[in-house]
T-cell receptor
Framework: GAVVSQHPSRVICKSGTSVKIECRSLDFQATTMFWYRQFPKQSLMLMATSNEGSKATYEQGVEKDKFLINHASLTLSTLTVTSAHPEDSSFYIC???????????????FGSGTRLTVV | GEDVEQSLFLSVREGDSSVINCTYTDSSSTYLYWYKQEPGAGLQLLTYIFSNMDMKQDQRLTVLLNKKDKHLSLRIADTQTGDSAIYFC???????????FGTGTRLTVIP
């Protein structure tokens, strides 16, 4: 089945530095990738939707200059948390879909998540 | 947007059945999913149902959809300790990109 690889799984960084998280679709081409943020004991919050070769669409309240998303190829999207602060500490999850019109047949496949801790 | 609600916690004894419920507000959803999230991990698709179906069974999992009441449920038969996790319902539409997630239900299986 479809596999999405997300790296790193865990990262600790100092306040003020930037962190890049990668999301790769291993055995399919992902036309669209999504980035979610999950707070403790809470559901997933969609941060942005990225389509290959175009600018990401950010959800309301998500700072595009802070959370840089690059979907440079059909198999790779990256999320860069710039000038990270402790309040950015969270669990970030990506998901990818091959073709939205195919629905669950090529459904939303999730990465394993990245635990970001900013100290 | 869609409001999707779930109970936050559910505890069951090993071997019993678990029923996780999900209510939603927008009736235009085409696909309704159930995902499982184990601690520190991403989401694993368990099963899904089309909006034109009432019931779907897949081994120990049974999904029931009541469109009139906008209610979706997931029944896990013979619940095992390995089923302990957070379960999310999610709703999607044909041609639309985003999924709307429920708040998640933390299932605890007591040995």
């Amino acid at each position: 089945g479809a596999v999405v690889s997300q790296h790193p799984s865990r990262v600790i960084c100092k306040s003020g530095t930037s962190v890049k998280i990668e999301c790769r679709s291993l055995d399919f081409q992902a036309t669209t990738m999504f980035w979610y943020r999950q707070f403790p004991k809470q559901s997933l919050m969609l941060m942005a939707t990225s389509n290959e070769g175009s600018k990401a669409t950010y959800e309301q309240g998500v700072e595009k200059d802070k959370f840089l998303i690059n979907h440079a190829s059909l198999t790779l999207s990256t999320l860069t948390v710039t000038s990270a602060h402790p309040e950015d500490s969270s669990f970030y999850i990506c998901s990818a879909i091959q073709n939205p019109r195919d629905g669950p047949n090529y459904g939303y496949t999730f990465g394993s998540g990245t635990r970001l801790t900013v100290v | 947007g869609e409001d999707v609600e779930q109970s936050l916690f559910l505890s069951v004894r090993e071997g019993d059945s678990s029923v996780i419920n999900c209510t939603y507000t927008d009736s235009s959803s085409t696909y309704l999913y159930w995902y499982k999230q184990e601690p520190g991990a991403g989401l694993q698709l368990l099963t899904y149902i089309f909006s034109n179906m009432d019931m779907k069974q897949d081994q120990r999992l049974t999904v029931l959809l009541n469109k009139k009441d906008k209610h979706l449920s997931l029944r896990i038969a013979d619940t095992q300790t390995g089923d302990s996790a957070i379960y999310f319902c999610a709703l999607g539409q044909t041609g639309a990109n985003n999924l709307f997630f429920g708040t998640g239900t933390r299932l605890t299986v007591i040995p």
